[in-house]
């Protein structure tokens, strides 16, 4: 076992990469078998879940490290860009993480109407926007800052408040 996971780290580099891998990229790896594959899949929801009642329970924010291993549990090594916004109470605790859609390579779109019209259906007072970008760079592009700026203008007309958007 010990060498297996040796070599599944040297291949995928950390745990969210490999329990997010796909699975038909999983199982081409020698010494893995279906039940293994089943085992991670398994391991990555329940973890994902674990992160997300704790989003529930406090402020996202109280403890940035699970927020953040939570986004990367969700987004980490996806093939295509995946725009989620992530809906919050009054005390910023999660009421729901939806992903808003999913793209191409290097882009997503995002219907400002169907987030505002969630945000209200669900009474949320402030919302967390977070994407990924499968290819190389990791800063926001200009159309990121602009869906941003548009989206911020019209939750605030409704007092709801775009408290972040993280990459």
Known sequence: VRMLS?????????????????????????????????????????????????LEKKPIFYDYNKLTNYCKLILADKQIEEFHAFYLDGEHRLILDEKHSSGTVDWAAVYIREIVKKALDLNARSIV??????????????????????????????GIKLYDHLL
């Open 129 to 158: 926007l977070v994407h990924n970008h499968p290819t190389a760079g990791v800063a926001f592009s200009s159309q990121d800052i602009e869906i941003t700026k548009e989206l911020e203008i019209a939750l605030d007309k409704l």
């Open 6 to 54: 040796r070599q599944l780290y040297k291949k995928y580099g950390n745990i969210h990469s490999l329990m997010s891998a796909p699975i038909d990229d999983l199982i081409k790896n020698d010494g893995i078998k279906e039940n293994t594959v089943t085992f991670f899949k398994l391991i990555h929801k329940i973890t994902e879940m674990e992160y997300k009642v704790a």
